[in-house]
């Protein structure tokens, strides 16, 4: 299943680290990755396509999991299928 995960907030050391352990930790596979530091404010944005194997970790789970990690690092982190998140950026 493919999923697109959107992070932003404040930069800071470790952001990529612990989203990227935390997939690793759901045996999810980092297709694609783009990242930037927005303005003189240094808000950090990162978009990620991923494969879930729901066999190994759910969405739910991995969800969940993401959510932790966002509240420890005070950034907002999403997950979306990527075919809702297809949906709902057509034009």
Known sequence: MKCVIS???KDSTGIVAAVATTLAECSANIDD???TILGEEEIFSMTM???LRPEQ???NT???RLEAVSKRLG???T???EDVFQFMYQV
């Open 7 to 9: 992070v932003l907030g």
């Open 33 to 35: 990755i783009s990242q």
């Open 49 to 51: 396509l991923i494969t």
């Open 57 to 59: 970790c759910d969405f």
């Open 62 to 64: 991995v969800q969940e």
């Open 75 to 77: 950034m907002q982190i």
């Open 79 to 81: 997950i979306q299928r």
